[in-house]
């Protein structure tokens, strides 16, 4: 089951390796196995007992000795490779390791071994000496005497020039593969050879590394006598044909299982010069038994009368990535009875006649595919009574013609031609008995031929037709019950077969087909019962349509597997997937809004295999929400969010930020950081994911937060509570503290409490019941209880000073409330003017607390100064919506923040152009006063703030819109020192804003300006 967060967890280990004087450098040391690789060392560190796999390669260790290894007796495999200085191994450095079964000393050129260097290691089984710069002695001497149970040896790239192993290889019974490529070899006789005689190897690699040329190069015996082989490769060592006639008569009688033989062999196209092999070119292997004869990646031109008669025993042939353009009468014969498996693929063959692969009586695979094929002549494929497989992919076929009938064949493919509508029926005349057929990518236009091919081929299981140029469909009446189980109509243009009203029920006969493959059609939506018929499917590809809805019963019943992606569908609904065990929704065009509740809410809970992460699952629309991830952006929807609050003394910016998430089936009170988990962004921003620190259920809806301090986080409930938790840091929990239940509450209900204010240890709330609360936070009981301070709901609270507080009511009333006073009536009450619009929220001014700002229902945004007057000193056209949060910054008061519902968030700022912080990014306008009171009559205009001038000509208010183009609510932000967080996961300086949606984001400003200058 798949868990979600509102943000993405990512651990990133980074491990810092450092060299101290005096001390062995670290390395990475996982269990036994200690990784030191590229770490600049010039010898092998202190090591803790017991560690079984070291790897030192890609160092400076010029020298290993007897000592080096100390204390490591447990090692199993051990990497020296590639060290950057020349390496030298002294007698003896391995004497205690007995448990050593690989060593890699490969790329250490100019590599120097004493005589007794692998003294003791009779256990190895692997060794690795390439590129090392050795010579014959290697081989010759005695270095490699102690290794009695070596298996691999490795000497590639080397500079042996005469292959002497010494006598004591015979008593390696074990030494099976052995790699020779990449060297000078320039003789090969048998007496040379004879430490290798009774070996059976199962690889001997002598690619490209024999310099065989000399005439008397095959006059010296037969190099292999008494060696056997699995696999001997001799490619790419230049061998002309006469060469290659001449080696293989001096190796004659030598068994060689598969022989591979790439590189230069044959005359190519247009030359002469240089002969292809023919009948006498294999003669010295007749003996040989060789089962698989491999000459791909060669020149031969034409395949001769009788070139491969000689191999008696040969199975498979493959002469792929050649040149042949013509196979001669009887090239083949000598191989019936018993070749098996003969490829051709990859050449430049035009037409095939019904000799050319006369009496292969035991064939079955031929592969014919990437040739230039344009014609099957008349009898093609005569005499292959057991042929099974017949592959003719990606040549120009234009019709099938008139081949000869394969009773035997299985499967056939024909996809990547050029097949004409008429050239369907003609497949059923000579391969009526197939399984298997691939016919994609051709260019049948009427996709009523998958009726044309399904009822003739009655044993027809698999049919791949996708990828024609499908242009109508004709169905057959006659079309019934089949055995076809997969059927592929990938790019067949369904969408406008099925918009003409056509092949409606083209799936009602095809009730066993198991696998379904649609994808590519441009279907923007499924006819209604489209698959009313098929009753086994149990995997569908739909991937890469326009499909933007599916019905919750549109699928089959008997689906387990469903492709989707690439599609637009913007809103899952889960009950389509009801059926499903695995499920693929790669690049959708998902629409994050409220309409995805319930596909997320399933993505969380259900047992559903994706096939590919749900983190790469990202929203598309709206605009604002691009690229965010699902998991992002759907676990909570967060109602409020506050920074905590940081030390006076110091000039450390806030990291730390808290949630409230609503109307959610687990509400949860959260801890955010943004600390050190991003990465420097634009404009000295900071880019990444808020990281959680610790969360703790909360019971109702998040209605307000407030830090009371930097450990204690008060919360208002909508079941009417009021709560205080504490976070512990060290453990990075948070812990109940205090808890007032039901404290707003209607005769038989609760109430919502709707606001909470702090001026520690004092706390007061509003709520929906009109009351006014005041708490202590070292007191249990409620310290005084203001019963219908308001008629209506109050929904917002500040402190205006020590002993006064401000409620905004929802018939757009500010009320002003001494609590000197014992009286419950409050000592003023301004209000809006006209329609009592409700209003949502108030902050006052830091600096001078005479200065209020509120937003309400209309989205205006209202200045008021509660010494002048009962109405506002200014109303500002703000959002279209609801505002919903207002906050000046708290030490720059001169830039004011606000959110709405129409998905907005304004940072207001009073200045001249001259003074503009250099943060702020996106539209900017110049938003003069709309609606004004006069400015108060004989007011010290020298005082006034910039909030209440009445002259537009001295104090222009700027507007900037903090985020891109938004249609979900933002309402929430908060902003403290340099720092605020909104909705696109972008970290710049300066608040906390959260959309209705959930997403949350941080941003940074560091040039938060005012007209008196940059704050702390």
Not at 305 to 316: G, I, K, T, Y
Not at 482 to 487: A, E, G, M
Not at 589 to 609: E, G, P, S, Y
Request: with cysteine.
């Amino acid at each position: 089951m798949m868990k979600m967060r509102l943000l993405c967890l990512q651990l990133v280990t980074i491990c810092v390796f450092l060299q101290v004087p005096g001390c062995f450098p670290s390395c990475l040391i996982r269990g036994s196995v200690a990784h030191c690789a590229a770490m600049r060392l010039t010898s092998v560190p202190a090591l803790p007992p017991g560690i079984t796999h070291l790897y030192l390669e890609m160092n400076r260790i010029s020298e290993i000795n007897s000592s080096s290894l100390s204390g490591l007796e447990q090692l199993q495999e051990l990497d020296l490779g590639t060290q950057t200085v020349p390496l030298a191994i002294g007698s003896n450095t391995f004497v205690n390791q007995r448990r050593l079964k690989t060593l890699m000393l490969d790329f250490n050129v100019g590599l120097q071994l004493e005589p007794l260097a692998f003294e003791g290691l009779s256990s190895l089984q692997s060794l690795y000496l390439g590129y090392c710069s050795l010579n014959e002695s290697i081989l010759k001497g005695n270095f490699l005497e102690p290794l009695s149970s070596l298996e691999t040896l490795n000497l590639f790239g080397n500079h042996i020039k005469r292959l002497q192993p010494s006598m004591f290889f015979a008593n390696m019974s074990h030494l099976k593969d052995l790699n020779l490529q990449l060297n000078r070899i320039n003789k090969l006789c048998e007496s040379d050879l004879v430490g290798f005689q009774g070996k059976y190897f199962n690889v001997m690699k002598l690619n490209s590394g024999l310099k065989l040329t000399a005439m008397s190069s095959f006059d010296c015996g037969n190099p292999f006598r008494g060696m056997s082989f699995q696999t001997l490769d001799l490619s790419n060592n230049g061998f002309s044909v006469d060469q290659l006639k001449r080696f293989f008569r001096a190796i004659d009688g030598t068994k060689i299982s598969h022989l591979k033989l790439s590189g230069h062999i044959g005359k190519g196209l247009s030359f002469n010069n240089l002969p292809d092999p023919d009948h006498t070119t294999f003669e010295g292997l007749k003996n040989s038994s060789v089962l698989d004869l491999d000459l791909s990646r060669n020149r031969i031109f034409a395949l001769q009368p009788e070139v491969f008669s000689p191999l008696r025993d040969v199975v498979n042939i493959d002469i792929s990535q050649n040149r042949v353009n013509h196979i001669h009468k009887n090239a083949f014969k000598g191989l019936q009875g018993h070749l098996n498996k003969l490829k051709l693929s990859h050449n430049l063959l035009g037409e095939i006649y019904s000799y050319t692969f006369d009496s292969l009586t035991n064939l079955e695979v031929l592969d014919l595919s990437y040739n230039h094929i344009g014609a099957l002549g008349y009898g093609s494929f005569r005499g292959l009574p057991k042929l099974k497989t017949l592959l003719l992919t990606g040549n120009t076929l234009r019709d099938v013609g008139f081949p000869a009938s394969l009773p035997t064949l299985d499967h056939l493919f024909l996809n990547d031609n050029r097949l004409a509508p008429s050239s369907v029926s003609s497949v059923a005349r000579f391969a009526s008995n197939i399984t298997y057929l691939d016919i994609r990518d051709n260019r049948l236009k009427d996709l009523g031929d998958v009726y044309t091919l399904e009822t003739p081929l009655k044993r027809l299981q698999y049919l791949s037709f996708g990828g024609n140029t499908i242009r109508w469909c004709t169905q057959s009446s006659s079309f019934g019950p089949n055995d076809l189980q997969h059927l592929d109509l990938h790019s067949s243009s369904l969408q406008t077969v099925w918009s003409q009203g056509t092949c409606l029920n083209m799936f009602d006969s095809f009730g066993r087909v198991e696998v379904l493959n649609l994808s590519f059609n441009g279907l923007r939506s499924l006819p209604e019962g489209i698959f009313k018929g098929l009753a086994s499917v149990r995997l569908m590809d739909l991937s890469s349509n326009a499909l933007t809805y599916l019905q919750p019963d549109e699928l089959p019943k008997s689906l387990k597997a469903l492709n989707l992606a690439d599609n637009f569908i913007a809103s899952p609904d889960p009950a389509a997937f009801r059926s499903l065990r695995f499920l693929d929704l790669t690049m959708n065009r998902f629409h994050c809004d409220a309409k995805l509740k319930n596909f997320l809410t399933w993505m969380n809970q259900t047992n559903v295999t994706f096939q590919s992460p749900v983190e790469e699952l990202r929203c598309e629309f709206p605009a604002g929400f691009r690229n965010t991830p699902l998991l992002q952006y759907s676990a909570q929807k967060i109602s409020k969010t506050r920074w905590k609050p940081v030390s006076h003394s110091t000039l450390q910016q806030p990291d730390i930020f808290a949630t409230g998430s609503w109307d959610n089936e687990n509400n949860k009170l959260s801890l955010w950081s943004i600390g050190n988990h991003g990465s420097p962004g634009m404009d000295d921003g900071f880019e990444g994911e808020p990281q959680l620190l610790c969360e703790h259920k909360h019971d109702g809806d998040v209605l307000d937060l407030q830090f009371l301090d930097q450990d204690r986080i008060v919360t208002a409930s909508s079941t009417g509570a009021v709560s205080i938790y504490r976070h512990h840091p060290n453990s990075q929990t948070i812990s109940v503290s205090q808890h007032w239940a039901r404290t707003h509450r209607y005769p038989c209900d609760n109430a919502p409490c709707t606001g909470v204010v702090c001026s520690s240890p004092e706390i007061v709330s509003v709520g929906e019941d009109g009351r006014i609360i005041v708490f202590r936070a070292d007191q249990e009981g409620v310290i005084r209880t203001i019963e219908n301070a308001d008629s209506s709901t109050i929904h917002a609270v500040t402190y205006l000073r020590t002993t006064e507080i401000l409620t905004v009511n929802s018939i757009g009333q500010l009320k002003l409330w001494d609590f000197r006073q014992q009286s419950n009536s409050p000592s003023q009450i301004l209000s809006l003017s006209g329609d009592r619009v409700p209003l949502h929220c108030v902050d006052r001014h830091p600096n001078q607390q005479h200065i209020v700002a509120t937003g309400g229902q209309d989205g205006m945004l209202c200045v008021w100064d509660v010494r002048q007057g009962n109405a506002p000193f200014s109303l500002m056209e703000a959002h279209s919506a609801e505002m919903w949060e207002v906050h000046f910054h708290p030490t720059n008061p001169d830039h004011l923040f606000t959110c709405s519902e129409d998905g907005s968030l304004l940072h207001w700022e009073t200045s001249s152009p001259s003074d503009m912080p250099s943060f702020l990014q996106g539209g900017r306008n110049n938003s003069m006063v709309s609606r004004s009171a006069m400015a108060p009559a004989g007011g010290n205009q020298s005082l006034i703030s910039a909030w209440l001038s009445g002259d537009t000509s001295k104090a222009r208010l700027e507007t900037t819109h903090m985020l891109p183009s938004q249609t979900l609510s933002v309402n929430s932000m908060d902003v403290l020192g340099q720092c605020l967080t909104s909705s696109k996961g972008l970290c710049r300086r300066s608040g906390t804003s959260v959309e209705r949606s959930g997403r949350l984001q941080t941003r940074e400003d560091a040039d938060v300006k005012s007209n008196r200058g940059q704050t702390e």
